[in-house]
């Protein structure tokens, strides 16, 4: 199985070390949900769908057998880099970025131990994760996910820019 290419809306189900300096991350994706008004603090901001996980969700497991580190932020603070290219995956291989470059600094893992490294980046609707992990042992490998239901998925689809637009007009008429 591959990772799908192109953009979804995906979000972290979950993430865990099922056994010593093995990482598993579980992501599903979120489909549009019916059309519904949407209003923040009285502002009516029209009609969005929002992005919801349900039983018809394609889910993926990615799991690394022998990561160096991993980072998880929140999706709402993450910045580009300087050189950096427009993301076109959810999923992508990076090179000198700046996480491998503090990987490198904090650690002494390096190409000639414990192996050839590699950083990938997950990009879902919610968190950011990073990922350095040893190519020849193992390194990335996907499978089917299973969706925890439990967790509670729902975003609303909104314009960010309608909304900054309607918050600055009520602050400055």
């Known amino acids: 199985m591959e990772f799908p290419d192109g953009l979804l ?16 991350i579980v992501v599903a994706e979120g489909l549009l ?14 009609e969005g769908r929002p992005i919801l996980v349900t039983d018809e969700s394609r889910s993926f497991e990615l799991r690394w057998d022998n990561y160096v580190a991993y980072a998880v932020r929140n999706e709402s ?4 880099e300087g050189d950096e290219l427009p993301r076109g995956k959810m ?3 990076r090179s000198n970025s700046a996480f491998f470059r503090y990987v490198s600094a904090t650690t002494f893992a390096d190409d000639e131990y414990p192996g050839t490294l590699e950083h ?4 879902t609707l919610n968190h950011c994760v990073d990922v350095v992990s040893v190519w020849k042992r ?24 309608l909304l900054r637009r309607k918050s600055f007009q009520r602050q400055w008429g």
């Open 9 to 24: 809306n995906l979000y972290l189900t979950d993430i865990g070390e099922p056994s010593e300096n093995q990482l598993r």
């Open 33 to 46: 949900g019916e059309p519904t008004q949407i209003a923040i603090d009285g502002i009516d901001l029209g």
């Open 77 to 80: 603070f993450w910045k580009a």
């Open 91 to 93: 999923l992508e291989r």
């Open 120 to 123: 990938w980046s997950l990009t």
């Open 138 to 161: 193992g390194g990335l490998v996907f499978g089917q996910g299973h969706i925890h239901k439990s967790l509670p998925h729902r975003r609303l689809f909104l314009c960010v820019e």
